[in-house]
């Protein structure tokens, strides 16, 4: 499924790239640019929508439906990153007897990592005379 809008909408892109790039600009001599070309609209008089400008607005329409589609899409199939990893196993610590002290003061202590700076440093190469 996610294959056939992932076709239509590349097709979609296509088409909707050449319409913009083939549709003439309004008012784009020098009397367009100090507001001589058209009425009282906010980008300039409106003209008869011609196949071109018909066929820009079905494929922007389509191309935002496509794009809502494959981002529907892609959230249901989502796993975590670690979805398959197992849970490190947990350290145990045997149960101590009511009666018996030394089992209850030894602390479980994890096993150390040594970082760069617990590490011993490199000695120094030696000096040629």
Known sequence: MSALIIILHIIVCLILIFAVLL???KAADLAGA???GGSQTAFGARGNANLLTKVTTASAII???TSMGLWIISGRGSTSVVGG???PAAATVPQAKPGDKAATTVPVTKPE???ETQKPPVPAPPVKK
């Open 63 to 65: 191309f935002m439906l």
């Open 34 to 36: 100090f507001g001589g």
């Open 113 to 115: 990592q040594k970082t």
């Open 85 to 87: 990893e197992k849970a």
């Open 23 to 25: 549709q003439s600009g």
